[in-house]
């Protein structure tokens, strides 16, 4: 399939390599030099902006950092709504289901498809094609590419009405962000206690504790002090905002996701957005005045 590639960061590039590697031809657009050339080389072609690459294919993917950008590729001045070839556009970014309604509505209007593909996995997910890939749309439009996003990982189809999928995602990452803080402090607890933070890995990822940030991001990235999971502070910080939002104009419960999400912005605030979302044990490191990491 022809397929047009826009964002080529972290998780965009990962994932439109995979496409290639699969026998598909892209063509890719990213404001950054360096993030197009790995793709030119293998074969993909560049594209001038967002219309440029849906004048030339029917099915545009977007994987990108922010709503607004989000926004502005999809139905902005120079964005995929311009194009004369698109027919449908797949987001793989998380942009929470308000945005994802609104930017469905606008695209409908010129007669294109918009389908939520949010994805979980991370980098290493995305590199290896095993991502979780949460899809909400038409579903004849889904069908059309559902084997295409099966490079990417397992496909989840979550219904058809814009946004759903979204909501899937934040519910996902939630639990993941929750996971950090929760572990951050846990395992400083025990530091301080006297306890060696690489045994209480091990005993926490064969207990009941386990959770994904026990079982991959401390051995990986916090226990080593590398703190190079691959994930920004910024995205997971977006993410649980946007949660944190939904779960109010939902009315429902929220005072966990509240507290989270105030974890979340300490983070941020102290260590920056471009930080590794690892950098959360950091925050919970200086008020517990211990350091998580292997004896040596």
């Not at 593909?117 to 889904?142: F, H, R």
């Not at 189809?157 to 929760?182: C, D, H, R, W, Y």
Request: aromatic fraction near 4%; charged fraction near 20%; glycine fraction near 10%.
């Amino acid at each position: 399939m022809d397929i047009g590639f826009i964002g080529l960061g972290n998780m965009g590039q990962p994932m439109a390599r995979r496409l290639i590697e699969a026998g598909h031809k892209l063509i890719v657009y990213d404001t950054r030099n360096d993030a197009v050339a790995p793709l030119v080389a293998l074969g993909a072609q560049l594209a001038s902006s967002p219309a440029d690459v849906a004048d030339r294919v029917e099915t545009v993917m977007a994987s990108l950092p922010s709503l607004q950008i989000s926004e502005k590729v999809a139905i902005g001045e120079g964005g995929v709504i311009q194009g004369k070839r698109i027919q449908r556009f797949v987001d793989l970014s998380t942009t929470g289901a308000t945005v994802s309604a609104k930017i469905a509505a606008v695209l409908a209007k010129k007669n294109i498809v918009q389908i939520d593909c949010p994805v979980s996995g991370g980098v290493g997910g995305a590199s290896n094609g095993t991502l979780a890939v949460m899809v909400s749309g038409p579903k004849a439009e889904i069908d059309l590419v559902k084997d295409v996003l099966a490079v990417f990982g397992k496909v989840f189809v979550i219904g058809e009405k814009p946004g759903m999928a979204q909501t899937m995602k934040l519910a996902n990452n939630f639990l993941s962000a929750t996971a950090m803080a929760a572990t951050s402090e846990a395992v400083a607890m025990g530091v301080k206690a006297g306890l060696d933070p690489a045994v209480m890995i091990d005993v926490i990822n064969a207990g009941s504790g386990r959770t994904t940030a026990s079982d991959g991001k401390f051995p990986q990235a916090i226990l080593p002090r590398t703190f190079n999971y691959g994930f920004a502070t910024a995205l997971m910080l977006k993410d649980v905002r946007l949660c944190v939002q939904e779960a109010r104009s939902l009315n429902v419960p929220n005072s966990v996701m509240s507290i989270v999400l105030d974890q979340w912005e300490t983070t941020n605030k102290e260590f920056g957005g471009e930080s590794d979302f690892t950098a959360i044990v950091k925050m919970v490191e200086t008020r517990a005045g211990v350091i998580v990491g292997k004896k040596s």
